[in-house]
């Protein structure tokens, strides 16, 4: 089978429903406000949504405590105007895809009811369960200081159920086959509706169910093989998108060795060291994590990003490192989450719009796939009053109407952000739509400039020596065609001695401005960066490098 890698030059858009647009008047997104906006979406150049869970819920998590796999949340709409929302967007061409969350279910969902009301119960062994409490029953939360353990006890079952997240939310049993079996009825169920694949939710939970008494399961990567194959039996050119913040020595194991298991992941990894680098201009440790996260099957791919809907993970950087972070873009204890994260926007991090622009530009440079987080076009901000990750959960600034034209309603599922720089009132889409220097425009501008430079999403890379510390230059080179991206991290200026060794490179052709470089009488390109400054070139005869694609 010969597979369509579509997401090599993908644009994904990050959203959530609830928060996005409400059309019915009832202060909760819904499918109908999301189609509503798709001509918003086609216009900024996003040809990939990817939506958040939006299944029925009791809505304790964020909707990732599902209690049926197989419709609607009534919130939302129904599933007639899921299917309508899926012709619109096609038409448009753009793609969805949607959250498979299976690690775990509500603790209402039909599933755990029957397998709480006895031990002959058909889907008893659907979760896991231990007579007696284990001895690690408050260890490895994944949300210190708010959860306080990872087996709770259920008196209707006699016995404990163990539950990476919330206690409401207990983990599905993945070494039992009808378990895997009905995760792939829920993902033949969506793609038979048109969705062009699935992100994964805490796939190294999925691959490594946690007995009692077992501190560390052996993965059962041949998991992810089993969806794959199913997957692309149904729909040859449906993909994974995985959640596994791991090791680099381990993300090999979720591509597989032949690319044969997720599509593609987040680049957790490279993500810390970008922010790292933000905050103290050191790239030594980017560059670092961007060979160790290197992948070398065809079919495998990063996706790269900046912030979503959890808080910024840190976990990976050593404690100087982390402290560093905090101190550039949290220095405040409520801007802090879970003892590893920050749980502020972007906008409100950097507060500056060079390095806004500058991180914006990297993050689209990087080898692999750019996901963006819906209102990141306009730098929206965060309400560090709302609790945990909800802070950065606030509903889409449209216009500077009442509600900012999110919603008629008087009260809203979450509350706008109505004070300060980032209100509503200064920060929407009617207004930076208008205003030709906004960075909504901006960011128009990238997309269109990365979905023209398909060698990164294609292409091999490698990082080029500058004279300056500060400065990021990375090199790609596809079917002849060459770029050379720049990044300066330092708040001054530099001029940058460029040593391209290709003769066929003795010019470069400025993408974003009017400008030309030619090498110099020392063979060199001297190239100059503002403080932030970023610069993307192609290298060669333009005209040459057309007529070869």
Request: charged content about 25%.
């Amino acid at each position: 089978m010969i597979e369509d890698l579509w997401y090599k030059n993908a644009i994904i858009y990050s959203l959530d429903l609830e928060t996005f647009m409400d059309m019915n008047g009832d202060g909760i997104g819904d499918f109908e406000g999301l189609t509503r906006r798709l001509d918003y979406l086609h216009a900024l150049g996003v040809d990939t949504v990817w939506l958040a869970p939006f299944q029925p819920t009791p809505n304790k998590d964020n909707g990732y405590d599902i209690k049926d796999y197989y419709g609607v949340d009534p919130r939302h709409g129904s599933s007639g105007n899921f299917v309508e929302f899926m012709h619109q967007a096609k038409k448009r061409g753009i793609k969805v895809i949607i959250d498979l969350v299976v690690n775990h279910t509500s603790d209402e969902h039909l599933w755990f009811q029957d397998a709480r009301s006895s031990e002959d119960a058909k889907h008893r062994d659907w979760y896991v369960w231990s007579e007696k409490r284990p001895e690690d029953w408050d260890e490895g939360m994944v949300f210190p200081g708010v959860q306080e353990s990872t087996w709770t006890y259920d008196r209707k079952a006699q016995a404990y159920y163990h539950h990476h997240f919330y206690k409401f939310q207990p983990d599905l049993n993945m070494d039992n086959p009808e378990v895997r079996a009905e995760i792939r009825r829920i993902m033949g169920y969506w793609l038979e509706l048109g969705v062009a694949g699935f992100r994964v939710d805490a796939v190294p939970f999925l691959v490594a169910t946690k007995k009692a008494g077992e501190a560390n399961p052996e993965p059962q990567f041949d998991y992810l093989r089993e969806f794959r194959r199913f997957l692309q039996w149904r729909r040859g050119d449906a993909i994974l998108l995985g959640e596994a913040n791991v090791e680099p020595n381990e993300n090999k194991e979720y591509f597989g060795e032949d690319g044969d298991c997720i599509h593609m992941l987040f680049n957790f990894y490279v993500n810390q060291y970008v922010f790292y680098a933000l905050a103290t201009a050191e790239i030594d440790p980017l560059i670092e994590a961007l060979e160790a996260t290197r992948v070398t099957a065809h079919t495998s791919q990063w996706a790269h990003f900046l912030r979503n809907h959890d808080e910024l993970d840190l976990g990976r950087l050593t404690d100087e490192q982390r402290q560093k972070v905090f101190a550039r873009f949290a220095p405040k204890e409520d801007m802090q989450l879970y003892e590893r994260g920050i749980r502020r926007r972007l906008a409100t991090m950097l507060g500056n719009r060079q390095q806004i622009e500058l991180a914006y530009s990297l993050m689209f440079s990087l080898p692999g796939t750019p996901v963006i987080r819906y209102g990141d076009e306009i730098n929206m901000g965060d309400n560090l009053e709302l609790e945990e990750r909800n802070a950065v959960r606030t509903p889409m600034q449209w216009t500077s109407d009442p509600q900012a034209g999110f919603s008629t309603a008087a009260k809203l599922i979450h509350p706008i952000i109505d004070k300060g720089p980032y209100a509503y009132t200064h920060v929407n889409v009617d207004t930076e739509r208008r205003t030709p220097d906004s960075i909504l425009n901006w960011m128009t501008a990238l997309i269109r400039l990365r979905q023209e430079c398909v060698e990164i999403g294609w292409g091999d890379w490698q990082i080029l020596k500058t004279n300056k510390a500060s400065v990021l230059c990375m090199h790609y080179n596809w079917q002849g065609s060459s770029l050379v991206i720049l990044h300066n991290f330092e708040e001054k200026a530099h001029e940058v001695t460029l040593d391209l060794k290709h003769k066929e490179e003795v010019k470069l052709i400025d993408l974003m401005v009017n400008l030309e470089s030619e090498v110099g009488s020392d063979g060199k390109h001297h190239l100059k960066l503002e403080a932030y400054g970023y610069r993307w070139f192609r290298a060669g005869d333009l005209c040459h490098l057309f007529q070869k694609r």
